[in-house]
């Protein structure tokens, strides 16, 4: 997040920056793992709380905006992203591996245990279909 010009950045395992008299310009959240009024009354006057790819729905808050970021995926966004990362320019964090028959692991595993990266679920092609 620095490398994208974040002023200060919070790791949420670490530090409770809701308890704290600091007041925030811009929230980039990715965990939501908070209530909208615990991130509200973080930001300074005119502050914005993001929510990346959350179902939260954009509000006005005592002049605090809340919004999230959502985009719907086309062939070229697909495709561009491909490129991306064939060329190693993008590298997903995968935090940890699922086969579909513990799907529901799966489930608690992203619900409990707060992954730091994508939670994948495998399939499993089985070549002897159709004999």
Same mark, same amino acid.
């Given at each position: 997040?620095?490398?994208?010009?974040?002023? @200060?950045?919070?790791?949420?395992?670490?530090?409770?920056?809701?308890?704290?008299?600091?007041?925030?310009?811009?929230?980039?959240? +990715?965990?939501?793992?908070?209530?909208?009024?615990?991130?509200?009354?973080?930001?300074?006057?005119?502050?914005?709380?993001? /929510?990346?790819?959350?179902? %939260?729905?954009?509000?006005?808050?005592?002049?605090?905006?809340? +919004?999230?970021?959502? @985009?719907?995926?086309?062939?070229?966004?697909?495709?561009?992203?491909?490129?991306?990362?064939?060329?190693?320019?993008?590298?997903? %964090?995968?935090?940890?591996?699922?086969?579909? +028959?513990?799907? /529901?692991?799966?489930?608690?595993?992203?619900?409990?245990? @707060?992954?730091?990266?994508?939670?994948?679920?495998?399939?499993?092609?089985?070549?002897?279909?159709?004999?």
């Amino acid at each position: 997040m620095r490398s994208l010009g974040a002023d @200060h950045v919070i790791d949420y395992t670490k530090e409770d920056f809701t308890q704290k008299e600091q007041r925030y310009d811009l929230i980039l959240d +990715s965990v939501a793992n908070r209530s909208i009024s615990d991130y509200t009354r973080t930001l300074s006057q005119n502050g914005n709380y993001v /929510a990346v790819a959350f179902n %939260v729905r954009a509000l006005i808050a005592g002049g605090k905006k809340v +919004s999230q970021m959502s @985009h719907e995926p086309n062939v070229e966004d697909l495709v561009y992203m491909k490129e991306l990362i064939e060329a190693g320019k993008v590298v997903p %964090v995968i935090d940890k591996r699922f086969p579909l +028959s513990e799907i /529901a692991e799966a489930f608690r595993y992203f619900e409990e245990d @707060h992954p730091t990266g994508k939670v994948v679920i495998t399939v499993e092609h089985n070549q002897n279909l159709g004999d």
